[in-house]
């Protein structure tokens, strides 16, 4: 139990388009889902917490125009990264918190997805 | 604010030795506390975790206690194995709101050789 997919796993695109990311939890609801970026050999540094039927909370300095976020149903939750540029380049993981009805704190990560911006 | 400090890398032990990691946290309230472990190329899967002091997480040999008089989670393995290499992050989850946003440590990069 318990998995999260990220689609695609890899993705290469041309500077100045937009891509999307999908993140899903597969066998259970996920009323808040997060999105890190990892840099090499560096530790995972939050961009925003998505929560169904609301707005993303972004961390400071995180461009929210830049990454829309999207988090439609209890199971999916979209990251568009908008205007690609080769700074975008990195390691996208989402993570997605079970809610069952109690307070519960363990994120579940999906397996990334690798952009490179060309 | 909350932080997370773990022992820097890399770390190279010979298969079957003893292996500790160590973390240190810093964080108001009473958090939760991880290990997290990422193989090459992949994401995060959850080794094991302590919601509370004294708490001792365990999974796959390796260990952790919630100590809160040293604000530490040690991660520990009496025998590794060299399917263990792999990057280790700490972590600990705020209870600030209901987000439970998680703050991790910078890693270790693990490499056990047969």
């Known amino acids: 139990g318990a998995v999260v997919s990220q689609h695609p796993s890899w993705v290469i695109c041309k500077s100045g388009t937009s891509v999307k990311i999908e993140c899903r939890s597969l066998d259970f609801q996920a009323t808040t889902m997060f999105w890190y970026r990892q840099f090499p050999k560096q530790s995972l540094m939050l961009m925003a917490t998505?929560?169904?039927?609301?707005?993303?909370?972004?961390e400071q300095g995180v461009e929210k125009d830049k990454f829309l976020i999207n988090h439609a149903s209890l199971t999916l939750s979209t990251l568009t990264v908008t205007s690609a540029h080769p700074e975008d380049s990195s390691f996208y993981i989402c993570?997605?918190?079970?809610?069952?009805?109690?307070?519960?704190?363990?994120?579940?990560f999906g397996p990334g997805t690798r952009l490179t911006v060309l | 604010g909350n932080s997370v400090t773990q022992m820097e890398g890399p770390v190279t032990l010979s298969e079957e030795a003893f292996l500790t990691i160590n973390c240190t946290y810093t964080?108001?309230?009473?958090?939760?506390l991880f290990w997290y472990v990422q193989y090459p190329g992949e994401g995060l899967q959850l080794l094991l975790k302590?919601?509370?002091?004294?708490d001792k997480g365990s999974n796959k040999g390796f260990e952790a206690t919630y100590r809160k008089e040293t604000t530490s989670f040690h991660l520990e393995k009496g025998s590794v194995q060299v399917s263990d290499s792999a990057v280790y992050f700490c972590a600990l989850s705020s209870s600030g709101g209901s987000n439970y946003k998680l703050t991790f440590g910078k890693g270790t990069l693990l490499t056990v050789n047969p």
């Open positions: 302590a919601t509370k002091a004294d």
């Open positions: 998505s929560n169904e039927g609301s707005k993303a909370t972004y």
């Open positions: 993570s997605a918190r079970e809610d069952r009805g109690r307070v519960t704190d363990t994120q579940y």
């Open positions: 964080a108001t309230g009473y958090p939760s």
